[in-house]
């Protein structure tokens, strides 16, 4: 195959896909759905530990810290749920 021949299919692939259906971007979205106050877990680690050790050496350290960073993430879910008024009451 000669190099003008290469050019020219590869003109053709790059304008097929380059060819996309409109998207329009001025529609009107629909409806948010109903605000649900959030609960806050009595083990936000249990899932993390529910998969079990990880298959890597020095496994107990990677999970000690895969639980402290989930900790941390639901402490600060918890403490912006609480700012916006999300947080249900433990009696919900």
């Known amino acids: 195959m000669s190099r003008s021949q290469r050019s020219s299919n590869n003109r053709g692939r790059r304008g097929s896909a380059q060819r996309s259906s409109g998207v329009d971007v001025w529609r009107r979205p629909a409806p948010l759905p109903e605000i649900t106050k959030i609960s806050v877990p009595a083990d936000p680690t249990a ?11 020095d496994a107990s350290t990677a999970i000690e810290s895969f639980s402290m960073v989930v900790q941390r993430a639901a ?3 918890a403490a912006l749920a609480l700012s916006a008024d999300l947080l249900a009451d433990e009696s919900d």
């Open 47 to 57: 899932l993390v530990r529910s998969l079990g050790d990880p298959p890597m050496f």
């Open 75 to 77: 402490a600060i879910a």
